[in-house]
């Protein structure tokens, strides 16, 4: 199994951002997707999940109305839209797929059976 994400980079306060993650080794289509972040010296966090069914998609409160995440089962990836960044959004982003019922991804200690390498997401006044 194989996730890989990328698009990370370094954007102004305010501007917008795509990430990536191609899944590779897996089932796609049965599989729920999720993004985390973590900063130096914090848990990883959840930021945004994805059902498997494609019924269901759910934030954080921190992200929510700034960030979204969607799929393309034809290529086996998933997405993450990030507008209107701020500072404190500013984190190493990790993919994650899981299985397990609606907001399952939500516990990066539960929800994620198999992890991406990490993107750096630096925004910049």
């Known amino acids: 199994v194989q996730l890989q994400a990328f698009g990370g980079g370094l954007v102004q306060d305010g501007g917008s951002l795509r990430l990536s993650c191609a899944a590779s080794?897996?089932?796609?289509?049965?599989?729920?997707m999720g993004w985390f972040r973590q900063t130096p010296g914090k848990e990883r966090e959840f930021v945004a999940g994805?059902?498997?069914?494609?019924?269901?998609?759910y934030y954080a409160d921190s992200v929510k109305g700034r960030f979204t995440i969607s799929r393309d089962n034809a290529k086996n990836t998933v997405y993450l839209q990030m507008n209107s960044l701020k500072l404190e959004d500013t984190a190493v982003y990790y993919c994650?797929?899981?299985?397990?019922?609606?907001?399952?991804?939500?516990?990066?200690?539960?929800?994620?059976?198999?992890w991406g390498q990490g993107t750096l997401v630096t925004v910049s006044s």
């Open positions: 080794g897996i089932t796609f289509t049965l599989y729920n």
């Open positions: 994650a797929a899981g299985r397990g019922g609606l907001n399952a991804m939500r516990s990066s200690s539960v929800g994620p059976l198999y």
């Open positions: 994805d059902y498997w069914s494609g019924s269901a998609t």
